[in-house]
């Protein structure tokens, strides 16, 4: 278990100012969903947390200790990330790529001995298991689908062991039924390893189906926090997405279910819009 | 439907280790048994080598060649034939190596599957550095040409990184690569200038400039040495920097690499690797670039197989252009450079036309 916090943070890209004097604590053992509109912020928070990114002011503690003052390989054992564009590299297989997420566990020189290799070999086991992709070891990443390659880079990082595991957008491009298995799986190691796990994500449905706590942003501040039948009301979706919405219970899960109104297929637009016509 | 065939099973506890190798490699090729094929490699550097003391102008059989290292009678003019291709095969071994370990690491640090000595600037700021040399001070000799062929080669590089490294996203391939490019042909145009204007300096230039491990001898082979083997040390080193580094940035970051740090010291070493092969040789294309696509057919995309190969098989290129370019026209010779220019070309439009194993 780990805690990653942040304060004050202030993030910005040459001059433009992103997040701003942000202070927020991830719990530990538990998923945080990070939601909000387009250019909120929020992958920018996630690049914040994990050091890929350095603040302008303030401070990322994971532990209580500054991220930017331990040694970067020391960290990567605690703190795993998975971006949100990796690059697979041609012709590489699943358990090649996979046996990368091991590298901050190995030494300079230990990275040929074959003394400590067993155990390495049975992390990367391990995550290829708990991925349900221990089929594909032997296979190229170049030909497999879109879910099987995001199950791969979700066991690299699995393979990685850390406490703490930040995804950005781990869904983007799935289909439906892949979105449900990458959030299932993350779950699961969530509840079996005490994984603290911080997601990017934007369907707010599974978002609020899956948290245990959300973070909402808006322009880089956060607007929200706490358990998703909290944040998630009619209120803040309007405020944080400008759009208007229903909020029911979730009739599987009870949890909020986000029901848009836009200005069609409504049956009580709640702003009529009034349409001219040339006559 | 394909793909949840393979999903549907539930997560389980048990132990994995006794499926481990199950069903590993199909889709790997050749992959199986790297070692094996590295000794295949060496033995076709060995055979290079061979040729490379055997063949020329005046053949010998491998036993005089034998006898002409083993027992040395310098009274057999064949004997002394033989010494004479000892210095230029040294220097084709250790030139060919130096290239084939910096296009393999050079490829690695910009992510950039086209990525060569000549296409990121350091052999134009080499070649500019020393036709300088040779305008301004009057300097030859490999021995003169090294220390300039630092310098341009390290000033290129850094300067192309700063130029690629503006703006958000850092030094991404993509802006190496056209950094490198336009830096390129901005200091060949620099340089022409030069030559254009000095007929004695193009005169020196042209010898230098084609690419030949003729001519060579010891004293010029050993005043590179200690660059060389440094930046082979630096470059073997970095491999498994190199591993993290192919899965992007951010990625490499997140497995506790210092990015920045890692492509600098491995520059480093690329920098050290071509200003010493192409002040010893002369700038000789293709073999950076051809040597480890070929190689990575044989190794998959782990940098800690793709560089020894890489060392192994292209200085063996290197020398079999060599050897081709001393029988090919006779009795005139065919620099090292172009030769290596005539093999390579179609080995490389092969690798782009058959695709797998031909990128990163």
Redesign the interface.
Known sequence: MAQLSARGLTLQ??QRRVVERLSTTIPEGKVTMIVGANACGKSTLLRGL???LKPSAGVVTLDGKDIHSR???????TL??????????????V???VG??R??H?G?FR??RTGDQSEH??AV??A???T?T???????VD???G??RQ?VWIAM?LA?ETDVLLLDEPTTYLDL??QV?VLD?IT?LNR?RGTTVAIVLHDLNLAARYADHVIAMKSGTIVGEGPASQIFTEDLVGDVFGLESRVVADPLSGTPLILPIGRHHTATPSTPVELEFAS | MTTRTTTARPLSRQATATRAKAGNDAGTGHRGNRAAWLVVAVVVLAVACAASLAIGARGMSLGTVWQALTAFNPDDGNHAVVHTRIPRTVLGLVAGAALGLAGAAMQGVSRNPLADPGIMGVNAGAALAVVTGIYLFGISGASGYIWLAFIGAGTAAVVVYLIAAMGREGATPVKLALAGAALSAGLYSLMNVILVSSQDTLDRFRFWQVGGIAGSDWSVILSGLPFLSAGALIVLGSARTLNGLALGDDVARGLGQNVALARGVTSLGIVLLCGSATALAGPIGFVGLVVPHAVRFFTGPDYRWILPFSMVLAPALLLASDVVGRVVLLPSEVPAGIMTAIVGAPVFVWLVRRGKGASL
């Open positions: 890209y040459e994990s050091r890929l040694p970067a390989r020391e960290l990567a054992r795993g990330l998975l971006p949100q564009h990796p690059i697979a590299p041609d012709c590489i297989t358990r090649e790529l990368r997420g590298y901050p190995q300079f990275s040929w070999d049975l086991e391990r290829l298991e708990a349900s221990l089929e594909l070891a032997g296979r190229n030909e497999l689908s879910g099987q199950r990082a990685q039924a892949h298995e799986l699961d079996r």
